[in-house]
């Protein structure tokens, strides 16, 4: 009689890095992974075309310091901070693709965190997908990818849809309704993601009170921070910040 299945075991004996190359045949994919010193330990095809490098090995070692602009570098690397500290993955988020600056391309990006055998947290992996579905314009398409660079840069203002709407050139009607088409959510959806993506971080980071971790993140009504924390984590900001600390082997791991 066979043994029973085991995909860990099949797992186990597979060759390391045996499903890296098949990245390599979705040419519209960027995969990554990194260590928790933010240093690039696998890259794909499209992935070195972002970095500007012609193999993967030309990148080991090298953070994203030193492929892109100092802001943008500080935004990736702070979202893999967020993922490694918390253990928390991110889920579709949308931004400039990592090209020239002022490209008008986004890209959707997931990461997760890398455990050992141990369970604990040594890197994050992730991919990027280019936003191909977009049939606009290219001013248009430049005008939301600066809208969404707008709310990574000032999650913290109290900007609404409107305001959004006209630094684009654009009616809110017009706005809303090509921001949904595009990526999936409303702009307040998605801006509210991005406040609760960085609250868990300062959350985990810092020992600032839940009010000022509200604040820091664009809430000023307590309850409206705790209501959408719950809404997108499942848990209030205080039980979450206890959960984290009451769980050392999700801290990285030097």
């Known amino acids: 009689m066979n043994s029973p299945y085991s995909r860990d075991a099949f797992l186990a004996e597979m060759a390391p890095g045996a499903l890296h190359s098949l990245y390599d045949l979705m040419p519209d994919v960027s995969f990554f992974m990194k260590d928790c010193e933010g240093r690039f330990v696998a890259l794909s095809r499209l992935g070195c075309e972002f970095c500007g490098v012609k193999t993967e090995e030309e990148a080991f070692g090298c953070t994203d310091l030193s492929f892109f602009p100092e802001g943008r570098a500080a935004e990736y690397m702070a979202d893999d901070r967020l993922v490694i500290t918390t253990g928390q993955p991110i889920v579709n988020r949308i931004e400039?693709?990592?090209?020239?600056?002022?490209?008008?391309?986004?890209?959707?990006t997931n990461k997760i965190p890398v455990r050992d055998r141990e369970g604990r947290i040594i890197g994050v992996a992730g991919f990027s997908r280019r936003v191909e579905h977009l049939r606009c314009a290219t001013t248009v398409i430049h005008k939301l990818s600066a809208a969404v660079e707008q709310i990574h840069?000032?999650?913290?203002?109290?900007?609404?849809?409107?305001?959004?709407?006209?630094?684009a050139g654009l009616s809110a009607s017009q706005f809303e309704r090509l921001f949904r088409k595009a990526l999936g959510s409303s702009p307040r959806q998605y801006l509210q993601r991005v406040r609760i993506e960085r609250a868990c971080l300062f959350l985990v980071e810092s020992e600032e009170t839940v009010a000022a971790v509200a604040q820091r993140c664009g809430y000023y009504d307590h309850a409206h921070f705790t209501k959408a924390f719950v809404a997108l984590k499942g848990v209030t900001p205080t039980a979450f910040r206890k959960q984290r600390q009451a769980t050392p082997a999700n801290s990285p791991s030097r």
């Open 96 to 108: 400039p693709a990592p090209e020239m600056e002022g490209s008008p391309r986004l890209v959707v």
């Open 153 to 167: 840069q000032h999650y913290d203002a109290s900007f609404d849809t409107a305001e959004l709407a006209k630094q």
